[in-house]
């Protein structure tokens, strides 16, 4: 089974700041790795795909990259609705198993 | 509007069953692959099953396999899952989601508000 690290578990950060999360696997997933952001109490929602590809909607702040067994995802300039939960996903089982990174939790400074 | 509203949680005894819905809506629900995700309180993600369009193939995580079942009625455009032998720990709130995928990519692009389980005597 392919397992999904993130680091760091939590970071501190304020609105304006550069966020980069850090997501590995445990062997090469190529370019399938998506990357959620989840709110609480809400649903967990789609951010980038494809390792890169922003999802129609999200804002251009979010952007994705990496490909093999390691990937980033940066928020270029923080704004007050990006703090929450952020998870990455490895599709290359699919449909076999989606694994998901345990979460990085971004709270205000 | 493409919506799923998940029902059929509670608080069921440890060793008790429970069947959670899923119903669709504001999409052609036959043409789409459904998948369970369930987050544990104050815990992350985990997958738990997948079923294809026309339920031909069906998936299921090793925490959950042989007592979990998942299907689907396209004509009544509803996923079910059907949870035997439940233990304290598949406490969770469980979400469905639908997969969108093409050789290039596989994601959960829509999601319910999910529904909460609760195993505990």
Known sequence: ?109 | EVQLVESGGGLVQPGGSLRLSCAASGFTFSSYSINWVRQAPGKGLEWVSYISSSSSTIYYADSVKGRFTISRDNAKNSLYLQMNSLRDEDTAVYYCARLHSSGYYSLFDFWGQGTLVTVSS
């Open chain 1, 1 to 109: 089974d392919i397992q999904m690290t993130q680091s760091p578990s939590s970071l501190s950060a304020s609105v304006g700041d550069r966020v980069t999360i850090t997501c590995r696997a445990s062997q090469s997933i190529s370019s399938y790795l998506n990357w959620y952001q989840q709110k609480p109490g809400k649903a967990p929602k789609l951010l980038i795909y494809a390792a890169s590809s922003l999802q129609s909607g999200v804002p251009s702040r979010f952007s994705g990259s990496g490909s093999g067994t390691d990937f980033t995802l940066t928020i270029s300039s923080l704004q007050p609705e990006d703090f929450a939960t952020y998870y990455c996903q490895q599709s290359y089982s699919s449909p076999r198993g989606f694994t998901f990174g345990p979460g990085t939790k971004v709270d205000i400074k």
